[in-house]
């Protein structure tokens, strides 16, 4: 049971490349969501899932895009990097009794 | 909307000395109420979370945490700290009947000093 995973853990990017952040879940959790975290920001939602085919925006979806095929995954997108971006990924999937976070993804673009 | 505040961004206390890192929520109806801790570099761990009854909830590590619905707090407390408990505290809130997938607080950092 490795719970939630996330890869890779460091990525460089360029301003306009685009990439996937993976992200899976081994709990068989519907819920599942994306943060990003920033220096004294807290954690803030960038998309969330709620079942297999299922998403929403949180609080800052802009530039990210995401999708849910199937229960176990949950990546997301950087369609065109900005400098913005630069921040710590976390992927979580939810219980009703809490939330379990991945490692995270520390992303640098330049 | 559901939202979170903790008015400490850092605290300072000694090792053995006792702890209370503050939380107050704005929701309308009886929140989810969670405290996570983060080590450098890690991610989140649960702490502790009220839903109901008691409002005094017991967590691991040796936290507690207590729900007061007049003064919409959620306070975490510890009685002696320890120095392997430097971290990040973020509390966060959920609403019944939603997403179960809460709003985050700014988080306190905690330092501890020998």
């Known amino acids: 049971n490795a719970g939630v995973t996330q890869t890779p853990k460091f990525q460089v990017l360029k301003t306009g490349q685009s990439m996937t952040l993976q992200c899976a879940q081994d709990?068989?959790?519907?819920?599942m969501s994306w943060y990003r975290q920033d220096p004294g920001m807290g954690l803030r939602l960038i998309h969330y899932?709620?079942?297999?085919?299922?998403?929403d925006q949180g609080e800052v979806p802009n530039g990210y895009n995401v999708s849910r095929s199937t229960t176990e995954d949950f990546p997301l997108r950087l369609l065109s990097a900005a400098p913005s971006q630069t921040s710590v990924y976390f992927c979580?999937?939810?219980?009703?009794?809490?939330?379990?976070f991945g490692p995270g993804t520390r992303l640098t673009v330049t | 909307a559901q939202s979170v505040t903790q008015p400490d961004i850092h605290i300072t206390v000694s090792e053995g000395a006792s702890l209370e890192l503050r939380c107050n929520y704005s929701?309308?109806?009886?929140?989810?109420l969670f405290w996570y801790v983060q080590s450098p570099g890690q991610g989140l761990q649960l702490l502790l979370k009220y839903f109901s009854g008691d409002t005094l909830v017991q967590g691991i590590k040796g936290f507690e945490a207590e729900f007061k619905r007049s003064q919409s707090s959620f306070n975490l407390r510890k009685p002696s700290v320890h120095w392997s408990d430097a971290a990040e505290y973020f509390c966060a809130v959920g609403t019944s009947g939603g997403s179960y997938i809460p709003t985050f607080g700014r988080g306190t950092s905690l330092i501890v000093h020998p």
């Open positions: 979580a999937s939810t219980a009703m009794g809490g939330q379990y």
């Open positions: 929701y309308g109806a009886t929140p989810y």
């Open positions: 709990m068989n959790h519907e819920y």
């Open positions: 899932s709620v079942g297999a085919g299922i998403t």
